[in-house]
Nanobody, 122 residues
Framework: QVQLVESGGGLVQAGGSLRLSCAAS????????MAWFRQAPGKERDFVAA????????PYSDSVKGRFTISRDNAKNTVYLQMNSLKLEDTALYYC???????????????WGQGTQVTVSS
């Protein structure tokens, strides 16, 4: 069983930056694909980015490509999401997820954190 704990969310002005972290425990972190999803109020949960076990594959959603960067440190059992040039529409609850396959659909991920809130203000 893998436990995931997100941190780093907060309130930021449009154009600013935040870095989210997701610390994993209870499993062999380096064997899992990791992903970030987000859910805005009244909307479905959407894929943001994912990273394979080695960090060599990092797909992104079109809405964040070029602004967000996902990375991982297997020695620290942590995955990160660096978010730059934040927009109002990036406001959401951001979830970290772990799964065996690198996918962009949430049903492929077995383990989820509780989420960290990101709010972008004008």
């Amino acid at each position: 069983q893998v436990q995931l704990v997100e941190s780093g969310g907060g309130l930021v002005q449009a154009g600013g930056s935040l870095r989210l972290s997701c610390a994993a425990s209870g499993g062999t972190f380096s064997t899992y694909a990791m992903a970030w999803f987000r859910q805005a109020p009244g909307k479905e949960r959407d894929f943001v980015a994912a990273i394979n076990w080695s960090g060599g594959m990092t797909p992104y959603s079109d809405s964040v490509k070029g602004r967000f960067t996902i990375s991982r440190d297997n020695a620290k059992n942590t995955v990160y999401l660096q978010m730059n040039s934040l927009k109002l529409e990036d406001t959401a609850l951001y979830y970290c997820a772990a799964g065996r396959l690198l996918r962009s659909t949430d049903r492929e991920y077995n383990y989820w954190g509780q989420g960290t809130q990101v709010t972008v203000s004008s």
